[in-house]
């Protein structure tokens, strides 16, 4: 399997709400980045947490890291329809030196 | 900010056509690389540079090279086009060295070939 899986496939939620993306990996990591990309378009770098951090907040973004458990939420909370999007989850290997994508998380924001 | 360019947002190609993707980026960047991207398979790495002249395989190089002649430019090439090379192709550019500031992608709009 991949490094980086993100869970669920797909997400469908009324605005307002909160949605919850969830990330899994295998190997040991340096960081863990959430990115964000629009229908037919680039990634953009949304947020980085370090493996010795456990929460990180932006905005209306709050991303945990449990290493433990090799794992990661995005939790993006009041949602809005803006928000429709794929959400990608990508690690920082410590004995690597690229990122490695999941296949990602695709939300969409019903008005 | 930090601009990425791809030269192209479609293309579409015949099968054994030679190919050039080009992409730029403003930022002084050492490492750039290029990703295909397809429904169900995520991004998948191609290749990736970390100076001029320099060029490392990723995990699917096979069928394709690259060509880093500026700092600035890296260009992925098809060799001999097949309809199993239609895709998205995103190009991405990073700082070199230690820090996880130098970890963080940018992104170009990607581009769409069509492999007739």
């Known amino acids: 399997s991949q490094q980086g899986e993100e869970d669920p496939q797909a997400l469908s939620i009324q605005e307002g709400e909160n949605a919850t993306m969830n990330c899994s990996y295998k190997?040991?990591?340096?960081?863990l980045q959430w990115y964000r990309q629009n229908s037919g378009r680039g990634l953009v770098h949304l947020i980085l947490?370090?493996?010795?951090?456990r929460e990180k907040h932006s905005g209306r973004l709050r991303v945990t890291l449990d290493t433990s458990k090799k794992s990661s939420s995005l939790l993006i909370t009041a949602s809005r329809a803006a928000d429709t999007a794929s959400y990608f989850c990508?690690?920082?290997?410590?004995?690597?030196?690229?990122?490695?994508f999941g296949e990602g998380t695709q939300l969409t924001v019903n008005p | 900010d930090v601009k990425v360019t791809q030269s192209s947002r479609y293309l579409v190609k015949r099968t054994g056509e030679k190919v050039f993707l080009e992409c730029v980026q403003d930022?002084?960047?050492?490492?750039m690389f290029w990703y295909r991207q397809d429904p169900g398979l995520g991004l998948r790495l191609i290749y990736f540079?970390?100076?001029?002249?320099m060029k490392e395989k990723g995990d699917i190089p096979e069928g394709y090279s690259v060509s880093r002649e500026k700092k600035e430019r890296f260009s992925l090439i098809l060799e001999s086009a097949s309809t199993n090379q239609t895709s998205m192709y995103l190009c991405?550019?990073?700082?070199w060295g230690e820090g996880v500031a130098k970890n963080i992608q940018y992104f170009g709009a990607g581009t769409r070939l069509s492999v007739l």
């Open positions: 991405a550019s990073s700082l």
């Open positions: 190997t040991s990591i340096n960081n």
């Open positions: 947490i370090r493996s010795n951090e």
């Open positions: 990508a690690t920082f290997e410590t004995s690597g030196s690229r990122l490695t």
């Open positions: 930022m002084d960047h050492e490492n």
């Open positions: 540079s970390y100076d001029v002249k």
